[in-house]
Nanobody, 122 residues
């Protein structure tokens, strides 16, 4: 069992930046691929970014490529999502997830956090 707690969401103006954090309860976080997903009401939860267990492999949705950066600090059991050049369409609840396989598919992730709201508005 892995418990995940996201933080760092909030209100930001277009063009601004935010850094999300995901604190994990597991002492073996390096064995998990970690992902960030986001969801707006009425839509399916969509992939944002993923990072392999030791951080050697990352992947991004086309919509955030070049603007968002996923990273992890396994010693601190924490995963980050640095978001820059934020757009209105980035507004969503952002979820952290842990899984055993590097994937963009939400079905591949076994553990989820409760989510943190990111609102981009002027």
């Amino acid at each position: 069992q892995v418990n995940l707690v996201e933080s760092g969401g909030g209100l930001v103006q277009p063009g601004g930046s935010l850094r999300l954090s995901c604190a994990a309860s597991s002492d073996h976080l390096s064995t998990y691929t970690m992902g960030w997903f986001r969801q707006i009401p009425g839509n399916e939860r969509e992939f944002v970014a993923a990072i392999s267990g030791r951080g050697g492999n990352t992947g991004y949705a086309d919509s955030v490529q070049g603007r968002f950066t996923i990273s992890r600090d396994n010693a601190k059991n924490t995963v980050y999502l640095q978001m820059t050049s934020l757009k209105f369409e980035d507004t969503a609840v952002y979820y952290c997830a842990a899984g055993g396989i590097f994937s963009r598919m939400r079905e591949r992730y076994d553990y989820w956090g409760q989510g943190t709201q990111v609102t981009v508005s002027s």
